[in-house]
């Protein structure tokens, strides 16, 4: 089946840097890559969609210069969260899309504690 | 290898009926398990969670039953309604929610599909 894996799988970082976050498709192509944030009561916020060699398409209200999208090749893409702040503490889980597919597969997701 | 199965990609049921989605897992660390519901072009949305210390959760017109012996979790929907047509994922984590560790491990979804 197919699998995506994010690193890392937990991140701690001061206030002010930047995080890098990476998501892989490891068996198929992934022409369309989606960032998620998941709150409190569990559920999934769409932060962006991305296509690969394209920008990345933001939800409303999601600071695109704060997190940044770059979907260089068809197997990754990465989001930076830039100037990070305690509020960004998150839990951010991607999800991958192959060419002409409807399904959806969900990496394990990447757990963000700003200090 | 897929550590979370959900071995049925569509499910097509009537509606008033019950819907019964399933899902499999191996990992025996899996403690905590979550439903969840997407709909095209949104987030998924939580449904219900069951964590390994009990064998049954019920909320409303959704109830997930988990057999830890084998492996099996499995969510009803009765009865089931037009609107609960959508993408169904289960979830499996082998620890908390707020616990450093916690990563969802996912199936890979099962349509449903009500028919009126």
């Known amino acids: 089946g197919a699998v995506v894996s994010q690193h890392p799988s937990w991140v701690i970082c001061k206030s002010g840097t930047s995080v890098k976050i990476e998501c892989r498709s490891l068996?198929?192509?992934?022409?369309?890559m989606f960032w998620y944030r998941q709150f409190p009561k569990q559920s999934l916020m769409l932060m962006a969609t991305?296509?690969?060699?394209?920008?990345?398409?933001?939800e409303q209200g999601v600071e695109k210069d704060k997190f940044l999208i770059n979907h260089a090749s068809l197997t990754l893409s990465t989001l930076t969260v830039t100037s990070a702040h305690p509020e960004d503490s998150s839990f951010y889980i991607c999800s991958a899309r192959g060419q002409d597919s409807y399904e959806q597969y969900f990496g394990p997701g990447t757990r963000l504690t700003v200090t | 290898d897929q550590q979370v199965k959900q071995n049925s990609p569509s499910l097509s049921v009537q509606e008033g009926r019950i819907s019964i989605l399933n899902c499999d897992y191996t990992n025996s660390m899996f403690d905590y398990f979550l439903w969840y519901k997407k709909y095209p072009a949104e987030g998924p949305t939580f449904l219900i969670s069951i964590s390994s210390i009990k064998d049954k959760n019920e909320d409303g017109r959704f109830t997930v039953f988990l057999n830890k012996s084998a492996k099996h979790l499995s969510l009803h929907i009765v009865p089931s309604q037009p609107g609960d047509s959508a993408v169904y994922f289960c979830?499996?984590?082998?620890?908390?929610?707020?616990?450093?560790?916690?990563?969802?491990?996912w199936g890979a979804g099962t349509k449903l599909i009500i028919k009126p």
């Open positions: 991305s296509n690969e060699g394209s920008k990345a398409t933001y």
């Open positions: 979830a499996a984590s082998a620890h908390p929610p707020m616990d450093s560790n916690y990563q969802l491990i």
């Open positions: 068996d198929f192509q992934a022409t369309t």
